[in-house]
Nanobody, 120 residues
Framework: QVRLVESGGGLVQPGGSLRLSCAAS????????MGWYRQAPGKERELVAH???????NFADSVKGRFTISRDNAENTVYLQMNDLKPEDTAVYYC??????????????WGKGTLVTVSS
């Protein structure tokens, strides 16, 4: 059984910063892709940032230059550093990790989501 636990969401003023964390635990042999999606009220879920096992990154155009993604493979954790936050960044943020277990089974696992609210 694999579980992802997110932390770091909250209320922040425009221009502020937040750092999200997502830690995986359980039967984990290796982790390839990691990343973050978000879903704003009334909108579809969208990719925010993604990092491969080799360290290649990609970002949504709307967050380029403001958000960074990083990973700690020893801790099975992915981070999203969000700077210069804007009201349009308000959403529930979901982490995902593509995990291979000890049986060789590979699957995408998702966190339950953490709410980020950007408002004055």
């Amino acid at each position: 059984q694999v579980r992802l636990v997110e932390s770091g969401g909250g209320l922040v003023q425009p221009g502020g910063s937040l750092r999200l964390s997502c830690a995986a635990s359980g039967s984990i042999f290796s982790i390839n892709d990691m990343g973050w999606y978000r879903q704003a009220p009334g909108k579809e879920r969208e990719l925010v940032a993604h990092i491969t096992g080799g360290g290649s990154e990609n970002f949504a155009d709307s967050v380029k230059g403001r958000f960074t993604i990083s990973r700690d493979n020893a801790e099975n954790t992915v981070y999203l550093q969000m700077n210069d936050l804007k009201p349009e960044d308000t959403a529930v943020y979901y982490c995902f990790e593509k995990i291979r277990d000890y049986r060789g089974h590979i699957a995408d696992y998702w966190g339950k989501g953490t709410l980020v609210t950007v408002s004055s």
